[in-house]
């Protein structure tokens, strides 16, 4: 069962914004969540400062590895979910990692988040490697947008270099992902007037959390809202 998911690349790929949605999702499933923020710029915390957090989740600033590890360890006790945003220091990815049952690995559809995504892959492949609990990784898109084919086959080769999976789903590029940032709460707590594309955003957002085996491994004890949600995103 994925517990933990910790997010990052060694180039700002949008990081915070799929830790923000994966957390988003499980709230919005009725499942408590724990939002680490473990970004040098912190987003994650202004976001939370904005208001209008949905009482399933909690936000925690943390970049120090002791401090992480308690966090960790006491919402695996009380079955919480958590989302951990690396952002793109590599002491942070790699601790993060670490604590994580699946790391991921956001790639933008550019050829340079691309090669860094593959490098963040590779270093922690190195870290599984030194004897660390192994982990499992995958790439996941992010901001995918309607882009000439030479540049999304050039991402594809470059990834394709990496025996690391890539999730089937990603983030679309959609302005819903970004209103959050601007006016607080979530993708399923905003309006469609302030925020159009909110519906498929919030389909996409719980198929990719679906994807993750984030939403699907609580089924045993679903809530209604659980249930729903993880039927439409199937
Ligand atoms: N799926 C998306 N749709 C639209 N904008 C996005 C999406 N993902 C990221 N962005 C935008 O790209 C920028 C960088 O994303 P962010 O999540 O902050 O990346 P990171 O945390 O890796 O620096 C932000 O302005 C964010 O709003
Ligand atoms: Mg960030």
Not at 87 to 116: H, K, N
Not at 184 to 199: H, K, M, R, S, Y
């Amino acid at each position: 069962m994925i517990s933990v998911v910790s997010v990052g690349s060694l180039k700002t790929s949008g990081s915070s914004t799929v830790a923000l949605t994966l957390a988003s999702v499980a709230a919005a499933a009725d499942i408590p969540v724990l939002l680490i923020d473990a970004a040098r710029d912190g987003d994650l915390a202004d976001w939370a400062a904005r208001g209008a957090v949905p009482s399933k989740i909690w936000v925690e600033r943390s970049r120090d590895e002791a401090a992480m590890e308690r966090l960790v360890r006491a919402a695996r006790k009380r079955g919480d979910l958590v989302v951990i945003d690396a952002g793109d220091e590599a002491a942070m990815i790699r601790m993060a990692a670490r604590l994580s049952d699946r790391a991921l690995i956001p790639v933008r559809f550019s050829p340079l988040s691309a090669q860094y995504a593959v490098e963040t892959d590779r270093m922690l492949a190195d870290d599984a490697g030194r004897g660390r609990r192994s982990r499992d990784r995958c790439f996941v898109a992010s901001a995918v947008a309607t882009i000439p084919s030479r540049i999304a086959r050039s991402v594809e080769t470059i990834i394709a270099e990496s025996a690391t999976a890539r999730l089937p789903i990603g983030l679309v590029q959609r302005a819903a992902y970004e209103a959050p940032f601007l006016l607080g709460g979530t993708i399923f707590t905003l309006e469609e007037e302030v925020a159009p594309g909110l519906d498929r955003a919030r389909a996409e957002a719980a198929s990719l959390a679906y994807e993750i085996g984030i939403l699907g491994a609580r089924q045993e004890k679903a809530s209604p809202a659980r249930r729903e949600m993880v039927r439409k995103a199937a």
